[in-house]
Each structure stands twice: as C-alpha cells, then as structure tokens.
C-alpha cells in the first residue's frame, strides 16, 4: 500500500477556514437532506461493487480462455482425459451458466473450488486472512500512532533540528521499496550478518510442530512476526507523519491557539487539546481509506518473510490461473476498498457536517 | 487533568506490554530452540526448504512436483524404480509375469503389509485404487494414460493382481500411481473426491497411508508440512523420526535458512547459490541432471484440425524442415550451457536423455550437434534460402522472411537468455528476428493457438519414453503436440513401439524416431537440465543420487533416499552430534532482554518528564 503522500489530497476545504465547532447550527443540512445524502453514498458504493463483480467474471477469462491447458500441461493425453479435466472445473458450461453459477457464489459468499488447490476457496481464504490481517493492520496502528506523533512534534517545532531529522529519515524510509527494506532489516537480525547475533527467526510464520493456539504457539507467531511488521511500520510511516505535519502546521496560525494561550494553558495543552484535534481531519480520511488495503496485504512483504498471507495466495493463483481463487480474492479486495472508501465519507459527514450537502 | 493522565497511562500500560511481550517471546523461541535440539539427540527431524507448495495431499488433484513427493511419503507404488538408471524394481509387487501375446499382466503382491491404522494392504487395495482410475473421472484425468488399453483389473485374491489389455502396452509396468486404501476412499464418491482434501483433521489422526511417513500436519497451499516416520515400515525402517517440509517465497531466503541451519535440505536452488554454496563449510552443494531437457520449438505446420485448413500464422520458412534443419547447426549448445544456465547443465542432443541408457540415441558423429554456422550457412543456400539484397535471407521464391517471432517464457530467465543467444546467432546466418517473451499460460494459448514461429521451453522425461515420444504424434497435435509435427513414418514406429513385446526390439524402433525427429527438426534441444540441491552433510549422509552417478538426491522417482539418510556419523558407528540449529545461547538472549528493559525504561520515563512539563497544568 505505497500510495503517493499527496498531502493536498486529503486537505479538505473545510480546515483551511473556521474549526467545525464553531459553525453555525442554522447552516447545518436539515435531516432529510442528510438522508438523501447518506443514501446517495450507499447507492453509489453498491453500484461500484456490481461494477466490480461483472468485470472480475470476464476479465480472468480474457486473461486466459483455456485454464484446462496449463491445467493438464503433461499429464493428460486422451481426449477423454482432457475432458475429465474439463468438466472437473465445470468448463464444459456455456459461459452465461458460469456466470450465474458465478453470481450465486457471490451472493452466497461461497466463491466455488479452487483450481489449483482443489478446496473451497472461502477455506483456503480464511486460513490466509488473519496472518495478513496481523501483519498489515499492526503495521498500520504502529505507524498511525508514531506517525502522528512523530508529525505532531515535527510542526510544533518547525525547523528545528528534530522537525529536519523526523522529515528526512521518514521520507527515506518511505521511497525505499518494502521489501529491499524488508531484506536489510532481515540480513541485519536473522542471519548472523557481521557477527550480529540472531534475534529473530528466518522468515515464515511459526516454528513447525508448535500448535498456533497454544500460548507457546502465539508468543512464537508474534516473534515471527516482528521483523515483517517493523518493516511496514517503517515504510508506512511517513503517511502518517507528513499528513499530520502539513495539516497541524495549517492549524497553528489560527485565532483560536491565541486564545488558548490567553487562556493561559501551557504550549503542550494548547497543542494537544486544540491544534492536534482539528489537524487529525485529514488524517482520519487517510487513515479510513488505508483500512481497506489491509486485507490486500502486503505482496512483497509475504515474500521476503514467507508469510502465508492472502497477497501470497493471489500471486500464486495467478500463475495458474486459479480463476475462482482469483475471483474470490479480489472481490474481497475491492469490497473492502469500497467499504473503507462509504466508511470514510460517511465518517467524514458525521465530523464536519457540511459535507452533507 | 485526569483525563490526560488517564490517557498517558494508556501510553505505559502498552509499553509494559509490549516489553513483556517481547521478552516472552525470547523466552519460548529459546524453550523452543532447547526443545528442538533435545528431540534431535535421540529422533532427528530432517527439515527440507522449498520455494514451492504442495497443491494437493489427494493424489487424484495434485499437479505439482512437491505434491508428488508428499505422496511418496505417505503412500507405496506397486513398481518402484532403480536409483541407477530408474528401471523398474519390485515394491509392492514382488515380481510380475506377462502372457505371450502381452496381453495379460500378473502382479504377486507382497504379503504382511500393513496401512499406517493397522488394517492389512491386499491386491485389493491396488486393483481399487486402478478401477477408480480406469471408471473415469477426476482420478482418471491424473493418471488415466499409464493405463491405456488395459480393460479390466482384478484381484482374484490377497496377493495377485491381474490387468487385462484389449492390445499389448510397452509401457508397463510404468504405473506410478500411489496405491490408496479403499476402506478409507470408498467413502469417497466419485462426485466428492474432487475437492477431497485429504489432510490430517489432527497430528493424533494421520493420513492413512503405507508409506514410510504419515502426514500430521499440513494443508494444500500452506507453508508447512510435517511427516513423522510409520513405525514398522515394510521397506526398512527410516533413521529419521520427522520430515518437514517448509515453504520459502523467495530463493535467498532459503539458501539463508540452510547456511544458518535452519533446515537440513535446500530443493531447487539456482546455479549461482549453488556455486555460493559450495564453498561454505558443512554443506554441499551440487546440481543433480534430471530427466529432463529444454529445447527451441518450431511451428512445423498448425492446422485446424476439425476443417484441415491451416491455422494461425506461422512464418512460411519454419514450416519447411530443410530450413530447421539446418539452424541445428547454428546454435552453440554449449554456450547456452555456460552462459544461459551458468555452467549448470549439459548441451542437449535428442528428446531421450542419457540418463535412460537403453533407449538413448547416440549420435552417430562428433560433428551431429556441431556448432557450425559455415555449414549452416551452406544448408540454408542449398535448400534455396539465399541471401537478398538487404542482406537478409529470403524464401526460395525470393519473397522476404521477415522477422522470426521468437517467444520466451518471462517466469524463466534461462528461457528469455536462450532466447536472446539464438537471436543473434540468427543473425549470423543472415536471418532476422524479434524475440517476445509471455507468461506460461499465456504461452499455451498462443502455441495451441499456431500464432508463433519459435519458442522456448522444457519436458521432464519419465522413465518410460511412451509418453515423451507420444508428443510428436499427429494425433497429439493440438493437445500435447507443441510443434504441431505430424510425420506418418514417424506414427507407424510409435505404434510399433508401443505394441513391442521385445525390449531390445522396442529400444531400436525408439532410435529410429529420434533419427527421424533429428532430421525433421520440429524442436533443437538445447540443454540436458540439472536440478540445483544443497545439504547439510555435517549433519546427513547416505544420500544415493538418481540416476547413479550424477542425479539428484530428492524429489526423485520414489522414496528410497528417506529411508537411506541418516545423520552423520551414525552409519559408521559413531554416534552422530546434530548440531542444535539454534545457537542463541542465555548470555546473547539476556542482552536482548536487558535492551528491551532498558527501552520500556526509557519510554516510561520519557512519559514522566513530559507529565512533570505539564505538571503545572494540572489541577
């Protein structure tokens, strides 16, 4: 999830004049309006997602017309072999019957057989959805918390020496590609590299023949775990960090910090009880919008640490192609991208009203 | 302020966890690093690194080669084959007797044979697992062509089993299929088994199988598998307690783990860690010539084969066999060996590698696969390809070539290397060409399609030839025929081959089709493959390599090196020293956890001082 740190991008209008505590009441929308408004939302959102399963049906069948042939390549010989394979992945349909078949699947979040695993995908999807969810989602808390600290102190102490030392080492960290970042940290700390010792294990997500509930099995996952979520914690830090910066520095020349302070609260209250509050706007958007790459993992980052995840599963079905495991897994992508997109319009119309028009 | 206080102490509470946390996990890595390390003095697991999964454990779905060495451990075949040369060998069958007119196989199957849960493993269980093939569907799909033109399997009782055939088969005995027990499959139906996974519900409930290992744990696609030894093994007991098999999305990371210890085996590595690694000590390194080769395939005429009218659009001059043939002598075998593959391999001659002695061709000359542009050159203008005004090669006719599309594979940079040598080696034969390179299922399309001229790719060769020479058939075209190479001399011999009861018989028809196929030149092999294998072999010894000499050591046809390896030292009679992979000893471990300690301090204290800056503040 490198998106480009496009800082006016989540700089709403709104910021940039009077805090939304002190708009007036009188202009806010009036409730059926507001009603229009969420609905709207909700339509457009479902509409994507229909958009979404239609493409995903037709596109893996451009993509490749004949899955059977990478299928059987060497193993089946006689006609009647081939269509043994055909009709085992229920090929043999006309097309307008697969994509019903396709579409209850959908409904029914079943999502059909996997070509290469010969399972329910849902399964196989299940089983790889919490090391990712682990992975990305405690990166991404990690570097929302630092990062907004870290850019909290870097405005409030703007051209300072830790303001100079956060920006740069956050903006190196980000342009580094993940997983060349993923592999220093892993040389440095697994391998015995220059005589460091070895801290941490050599990729993967347990030590085979632990048992994954188990209390030793948990503690063992979560030193698995380290090194890959300190890497997006880093990479993912400087999103976090640049966003509140800007938005924090656009807050500290406004009227109300003066008050504040003639209020006579001291410089650290002034910052976290006023200036930080209405500087996390824009931060709130990104961080809603993040939310939903979680699920799409972290593709390079499953690899350099062999972490069974679901960006792994969808490369290795790739290859095949694994159509149904393809279709199951990005639609789960996009829904959760469209979902997280509604969630943050929506939260953004709760905290600043006039949205809602 | 209490609710900033409440706040910050939220900040603590996580920092005392996550100190805790991670000083709890140190403390089970190591607990479990003494454990692992315990277990190895009196039942060594021997761990094997590979970068690729299985897809199956229900030998009727798999197609990967990992997934074939999971049923090797878990399952008995009734033939098994030689380390050798991979001839055939008595395993389950004791010995088996064919009737004069070749039309009747018997098998003796060995007595006292036990499935992993106690029950016993009767021709029964063989002839069931061949009828679920024979009946057709998904089982049928996997393994039906080893059992072509049989029509009947029995098992007129315990220890025989009859197969039947409508016309005589020279590929028997090659039947390598994993032999299931029917009273756990018959549960199965037909309809089911195609999403049967076959897995361990628990380590306590295993697989059942009459391998040499049980499968406990692991699930198609995962990232670990575990096998521990079933005890009594009718083939010899295993010196190793447990095999895991663990899987490494990335090839450094792999060779990492072997150099650190990690694991005991590193399958399929590339030539270059092989190279790396044969200098570290303890371990070796090599890179074991599989049955297999690469070559350079041409369009030699695809047609639609419902209608008879051509199909796609291949370049004029690669449909006539005089212009193929003579480019045989324009690639330079061993260089694409020394370059391309980085030394690992071996210039390739026919489709039969020399590893199957008896049906080998052996070049008649030293001169057969020599590399000679001049004589190329002299082919090229005899057979009416002269050189044009641009300098570039035209058609008899005088009509230009134009550019030979040439089509790599991109998930193989062997592949797009060799590519590159042969285009300019074109060149130097005065022909032009663009090389492209597509993603292997993409490719497939595009061959059963006829859109190419050229392209780059391999076949493993089985230890019968049957299925390899089957691809060069005219019925094969559009299925596995990737040449789309149809020769009627060439079909007679096949089936002649097929139907010959005579080894010494069939093996020379054998070498007549490889003359044929050399004259013809649908494909120019270019390299015999090599399979790059590293070990710890100051902890294991006994491997045999398949073929003998110089083949790999696993991932082979059958088991036998899983019961061979033992750790070293032990075969003779010294007690073997394993050493403890991980070797963070207590002092290395309590300047970890002392650094933790002392960055949980100074992030609580960091939050004293700032309490004590806004102290002022607080009511």
């Not at chain 1, 959908?106 to 999502?111: G, K």
């Not at chain 1, 640049?242 to 500290?252: C, G, K, T, W, Y």
């Not at chain 2, 315990?38 to 761990?47: I, S, Y």
């Not at chain 2, 195609?194 to 744990?217: C, H, I, M, R, W």
Request: glycine fraction near 8%; charged fraction near 20%.
């Amino acid at each position: 999830m490198s998106h480009p740190v496009d800082v006016a991008a989540y700089q709403p209008e709104s910021t940039s004049s009077a805090p939304p505590d002190g708009s007036d009441p009188a202009s806010r929308p009036s409730r059926a309006a507001s009603w229009r408004w969420f609905g709207r939302k909700v339509a457009g959102s479902t509409a994507t997602l229909g958009f979404i399963v239609v493409v995903n049906f037709f596109l893996f069948r451009v993509i490749n017309k004949h899955p059977e042939r990478t299928l059987a390549r060497g193993r089946a010989k006689t006609p009647e072999q081939i269509q043994a394979v055909i009709e085992k992945y229920g090929l043999d349909k006309p097309l307008p019957e697969q994509f019903f078949v396709y579409l209850k699947n959908i409904v029914t979040l079943d999502f059909g057989d996997s070509y290469q695993y010969s399972q329910s995908v849902r399964g196989l999807m299940l089983d790889r959805l919490w090391p990712t969810l682990v992975l990305v989602g405690t990166s991404t808390i990690l570097s929302i918390l630092i990062g907004v600290w870290i850019g909290t102190i870097a405005a409030w102490n703007r051209g300072r020496t830790f303001d100079g030392v956060s920006t740069t080492s956050t903006i190196t960290l980000y342009s580094m590609p993940e997983w060349w970042l993923g592999l220093i940290l892993f040389l440095i700390f697994s391998t015995g590299f220059a005589g460091m010792p070895r801290m941490f294990p050599l990729g993967g997500l347990k030590t085979i023949g632990t048992d994954a509930w188990s209390v030793n099995g948990v503690v063992d996952q979560a030193w698995h775990l380290v090194l890959p979520v300190l890497t997006l914690t880093l990479a993912y830090l400087a999103e976090y960090s640049l966003i509140m910066r800007s938005a924090l520095l656009d807050e500290m020349g406004e009227d109300y910090l003066q008050t504040a302070r003639a209020k006579g609260l001291n410089d650290i209250l002034v910052r976290r009880r006023h200036a930080t509050r209405n500087a996390l706007l824009p931060v709130v958007t990104l961080v809603s919008l993040n939310l939903g790459f979680i699920v799409s993992g972290a593709i390079t980052i499953e690899t350099v640490f062999s972490i069974p995840g679901l960006g792994l599963l969808t490369t290795d079905a790739l290859r095949i192609p694994d159509i149904p495991m393809l279709q199951g897994t990005f639609f789960v992508f996009s829904a959760s991208v469209v979902i997280a997109n509604l969630i943050s319009n929506l939260l953004y119309g709760f905290l600043d009203p006039r949205v809602r028009i | 302020m209490t609710r900033t206080g409440l706040r910050s102490s939220r900040v603590t509470a996580a920092a005392a966890a996550t100190t805790l946390l991670m000083g709890a996990a140190l403390w089970g890595a190591t607990t479990t690093a003494q454990a692992k390390s315990a277990q190895a003095a009196d039942d060594a697991t021997f761990t094997i690194g590979m970068t690729n999964e299985v897809d199956s454990f229900n030998p009727f779905n798999g197609i990967e080669a990992e997934s074939y060495e999971a049923w090797a451990l878990m399952y008995d075949y009734m033939i098994s084959y030689s380390a050798k040369d991979m001839s055939p060998k008595p395993s389950l069958a004791t010995s088996w007797d064919t009737s004069a007119d070749g039309l009747t196989w018997t098998f003796h199957i060995r007595e006292g044979v036990k499935w992993s849960d106690g029950e016993p493993l009767t021709a029964k269980d063989i002839a069931y697992t061949y009828n679920r093939i024979l009946d057709g569907g998904p089982e049928s799909a996997s393994w039906g062509s080893y059992l072509i033109s049989v029509t009947d399997i029995t098992a007129p009782d315990d220890k025989t089993v009859v197969l039947t055939l409508k016309k005589p088969n020279a590929t028997l005995p090659l039947l390598p299929m994993p032999i299931v027990p029917e009273h756990i499959w018959k549960d199965v139906s037909e309809k089911d088994v195609k999403t049967y996974s076959n897995e361990p519900k628990s380590a306590d409930q295993p697989v059942v199988g009459s391998g040499p290992f049980k499968l406990v744990e692991g699930k198609a696609g995962g990232s670990t598998y575990r096998f521990v030894r079933n005890d009594g093994y009718w083939g010899g007991e295993p010196k190793v307690g447990e095999i895991d098999m663990r899987v490494f999305k990335s090839e450094d990371t792999l060779v990492q783990s072997l150099k650190a210890g990690d694991i005991d085996f590193a399958e399929d590595i590339n030539a270059l860690q092989v190279k790396a690694l044969q200098g570290e000590p303890g371990i070796t390194a090599q890179e074991g010539s599989s049955p297999g080769y690469e070559e350079l395939a041409f369009n030699t005429g695809s047609v639609d084969l419902k209608t008879g009218k051509p199909l796609g659009d291949p370049n004029p001059a690669v449909l006539n066999k005089d212009f193929r043939f003579a480019l045989t002598f324009a690639i330079d075998r061993q260089k694409i060996v020394d370059k391309a593959y980085q030394g690992a391999g071996l210039a390739a001659q026919n489709i039969i590698p020399p590893a199957y002695k008896t049906y080998y061709w052996t070049p008649p000359s030293k001169d057969t696969y020599a590399y000679d542009p001049e004589k190329s050159k002299r082919l090229l203008d005899e057979a009416g390809f002269k050189v044009g005004a641009d300098g570039f090669r035209t058609m008899p006719d005088g009509s230009p070539i134009g550019k030979l599309r040439l089509y790599a594979r991109s998930d193989s940079e062997t592949s797009v290397s060799t590519m590159a040598f042969f285009q300019e080696w074109l060149k130097d034969v005065n022909i032009d060409s663009k090389v492209s390179s597509f993603e292997s299922s993409k490719l497939t399309n595009i061959i059963l399609d006829g859109e190419f001229d050229v392209f780059e790719w391999g076949w493993y060769v089985e230890p019968d030839p049957d299925s390899m020479l089957s691809y060069f058939t005219c019925a094969q075209r559009g299925n596995w025929s990737d040449s789309w190479y149809c020769n009627p001399t060439y079909d007679r011999l096949y089936k002649e081959q097929n139907a010959a009861t005579d080894d010494a018989k069939r093996a020379d028809i054998v070498k007549q089709m490889q003359q044929i196929l050399y004259d013809d030149a649908p494909y120019l092999n270019t390299v015999y493959d090599t399979i790059g294998e590293a070990y710890r072999s100051d902890r294991w010894e006994g491997f045999v390599p398949q073929p003998d000499p110089g083949g790999i050591l696993l991932f082979q046809y059958g088991h036998a090196n899983y019961i061979n390896m033992a750790p070293a030292g032990t075969s003779d009679g010294t007690p073997g020293q394993p050493q403890s992979s991980d070797e963070a000893g207590s002092g290395q471990v309590m300047i970890i956890l002392v650094a933790i300690v002392v960055a949980g301090a100074a992030v609580v204290g960091g939050w004293l001082m700032m309490r004590r800056r806004t102290a002022g503040d607080r009511e």
